[in-house]
């Protein structure tokens, strides 16, 4: 039932569901719960020496029979992404577990090799941290249970064949990819600070260099546990599992949407069900997928077969020195040490790559503190509009242009001292995204200095005046803003070389001379 229109077809569509959610979610208050895997970006698996980039391999041609499940192939730990784990616990303030130990968490699946996982189970690596996250301007602090270490699981596809029959498929090659589970608290109350957790969360781990944290190819994806209780209630109610969420906005949707239903459920005197269901993304809507095993059936053991793990304070003590500016810190260093608007240092800071380009193109050569946070806040203003254009355009990264940071510095000192500028800047920013060459040549080669020669100019202003007599009527007839058409004219007649300041003068001067 639609909480807005009392029809039973409603709730489908994305609007439709921001109405109901904003109107129904009064009485409500929502929790979640998220846990993220993510892939570690280790050169090899987690038990074996396979490779881990197995995006662009052929089927079933990344293995070996450890990651096969073969019998008796012998498993061994990969220390690399023992320590990635621990480094992220160091980053989310949490605690690293001196000892710790794998188990096998049996359950029967296709994609499960061996039928169990190689997973942690009563001492996770690290447990009890936090992550603040921004929400509108808020500062919040949400739980870090735990955070343990794992192995990805086969892929499967589910096709059908010309008859109509269902068969299914499976790629061994993720099959022991270190994957790296972080569950949160249920402290998160709404879906835009699920989001935010998320987006926080993905660039710590980005700039650890511990995971891409690409949801799309699925190296970074997300379980959303989600419950309602009435508004002021403490207790935790029934929750249910969303999966098969791949984008930000498909988690952001699937919890507006299973708000709203279990809200229904509750105002129909019915009972919400412990249950996983599935996101349906064309659809809008979770479907129910099974009802909730308990951890007694997975019947977790010790893993025989692999030592447990010593994580001695010297150790965490060198991981922790590894440990890079996490970007809160950077995004408020910005701030102080640029004089840059925390939007602005927000978006510079998202990415490890953004910030680090940003920070090379303002170097840190200039004597004077003043002089860095000009020229600084000139970089981050051209970054910000007309670069990320360029980039967004060619859908390339930060550093896959032939702009370089040094290019970018040469051109904003150009633009400061007003060798270039307006159109004629742009133009050259463009030509040195294209071609990589100098924003000097570029500038000489156009023929794009500005123009300073006064007979030059004069000979332009006069051309507009003849060829644009309405103009020139209106504004001799009190409309003045017919000025500014005219001085378009101007600039397009110089292609942007012109200094409009000049041009304005000129052509006042002129007009004012045929008045009367
Ligand atoms: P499971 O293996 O059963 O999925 P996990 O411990 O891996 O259990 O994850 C439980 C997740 O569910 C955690 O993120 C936790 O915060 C969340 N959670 C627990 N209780 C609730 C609840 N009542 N409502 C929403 N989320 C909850
Ligand atoms: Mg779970
Ligand atoms: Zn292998």
Same mark, same amino acid.
């Given at each position: 039932m639609c909480i807005r229109d009392s029809v039973s077809t409603c709730t489908k569509t994305l609007e439709c569901n921001s109405i109901n959610y904003m109107t129904s979610t009064k009485k409500y208050e929502t929790v979640i719960g998220l846990e993220v895997h993510a892939q570690l970006l280790t050169e090899s698996k987690m038990f074996c020496s396979c490779p881990t980039d197995y995006l662009d391999a052929r089927p079933n041609s990344v293995v070996c029979p450890v990651c096969l499940g073969l019998p008796g192939a012998m498993p061994s730990i990969n220390k690399k992404a023992v320590e990635f784990v621990v480094m992220t616990g160091i980053a989310l303030n949490s605690e690293i577990a001196g000892t710790t130990q794998f188990h096998r968490k049996n359950y029967p699946y296709p994609d499960l090799m061996k039928g169990y996982q190689i997973s942690q189970y009563d001492i996770p690596i690290a447990s009890n941290g936090w992550l603040d996250i921004d929400v509108e301007g808020n500062l919040k602090r949400i739980?870090?249970?735990?955070?343990?270490?794992?192995?990805?699981?086969?892929?499967?596809?589910?096709?059908?064949?010309?008859?109509?029959?269902?068969?299914?498929?499976?790629?061994?090659?993720?099959?022991?990819?270190?994957?790296?589970?972080?569950?949160?608290?249920?402290?998160?109350?709404?879906?835009?600070?699920?989001?935010?957790?998320?987006?926080?969360?993905?660039?710590?781990?980005?700039?650890?260099?511990?995971?891409?944290?690409?949801?799309?190819?699925?190296?970074?994806?997300?379980?959303?546990?989600?419950?309602?209780?009435?508004?002021?209630?403490?207790?935790?109610?029934?929750?249910?599992?969303?999966?098969?969420?791949?984008?930000?906005?498909?988690?952001?949707?699937?919890?507006?949407?299973?708000?709203?239903?279990?809200?229904?459920?509750?105002?129909?005197?019915?009972?919400?069900?412990?249950?996983?269901?599935?996101?349906?993304?064309?659809?809008?809507?979770?479907?129910?997928?099974?009802?909730?095993?308990?951890?007694?059936?997975?019947?977790?053991?010790?893993?025989?077969?692999?030592?447990?793990?010593?994580?001695?304070?010297?150790?965490?003590?060198?991981?922790?020195?590894?440990?890079?500016?996490?970007?809160?810190?950077?995004?408020?260093?910005?701030?102080?040490?640029? !004089? @840059? =608007?925390?939007?602005?240092?927000?978006?510079?800071?998202? #990415?490890? +790559? *953004?910030?680090?380009?940003?920070?090379?193109?303002?170097?840190?050569?200039?004597?004077?503190?003043?002089?860095?946070?000009?020229?600084?806040?000139?970089?981050?203003?051209?970054?910000?509009?007309?670069?990320? !254009? @360029? =980039?967004?355009?060619?859908?390339?990264?930060?550093?896959? #242009?032939? +702009? *370089?940071?040094?290019?970018?510095r040469e051109f904003t000192d150009m633009v400061e001292v007003g060798t270039i500028r307006g159109p004629a800047a742009k133009t050259v920013l463009e030509q040195m995204f294209e071609t990589g060459n100098k924003p000097s040549q570029i500038a000489n080669e156009q023929g794009l200095p500005q123009i300073e020669d006064d007979g030059l100019l004069e000979s332009a202003v006069e051309k507009v005046i003849d060829d644009n007599p309405q103009a020139v009527q209106d504004y001799l007839g009190g409309k003045e803003t017919a000025i500014r058409f005219l001085l378009g004219q101007v600039m397009k007649e110089t292609r942007g070389r012109a200094n409009p300041g000049s041009v304005t003068e000129l052509l006042i001067n002129h007009l004012q001379g045929m008045e009367g």
């Open positions: 739980g870090i249970t735990r955070i343990h270490l794992e192995e990805d699981v086969a892929k499967l596809s589910h096709r059908q064949d010309i008859k109509g029959q269902d068969y299914s498929l499976v790629d061994v090659n993720r099959s022991g990819v270190p994957l790296m589970e972080t569950v949160s608290e249920p402290d998160i109350r709404s879906p835009e600070e699920a989001r935010q957790y998320l987006v926080h969360l993905r660039a710590i781990l980005q700039y650890l260099g511990v995971s891409t944290g690409n949801m799309e190819d699925g190296s970074f994806r997300c379980d959303a546990n989600i419950s309602i209780r009435p508004e002021g209630s403490e207790e935790f109610f029934t929750r249910v599992e969303i999966k098969n969420m791949n984008s930000l906005r498909a988690v952001y949707r699937a919890l507006e949407y299973e708000t709203i239903r279990q809200i229904e459920v509750v105002e129909n005197g019915e009972r919400v069900i412990q249950e996983t269901r599935g996101w349906s993304e064309e659809r809008g809507i979770t479907v129910s997928q099974r009802t909730k095993e308990n951890a007694h059936d997975y019947r977790y053991f010790p893993e025989p077969d692999l030592p447990p793990i010593a994580i001695d304070l010297s150790w965490q003590e060198t991981v922790k020195a590894a440990v890079p500016e996490l970007p809160t810190a950077k995004r408020n260093r910005f701030m102080s040490q640029y !004089g @840059l =608007l925390e939007y602005d240092a927000n978006i510079l800071t998202n #990415s490890r +790559l *953004t910030a680090q380009f940003y920070e090379e193109a303002v170097g840190q050569d200039d004597g004077e503190s003043g002089q860095v946070t000009l020229k600084a806040k000139a970089i981050a203003n051209w970054m910000l509009g007309d670069f990320f !254009g @360029l =980039l967004n355009g060619a859908g390339i990264g930060m550093y896959d #242009s032939k +702009l *370089t940071p040094k290019l970018l």
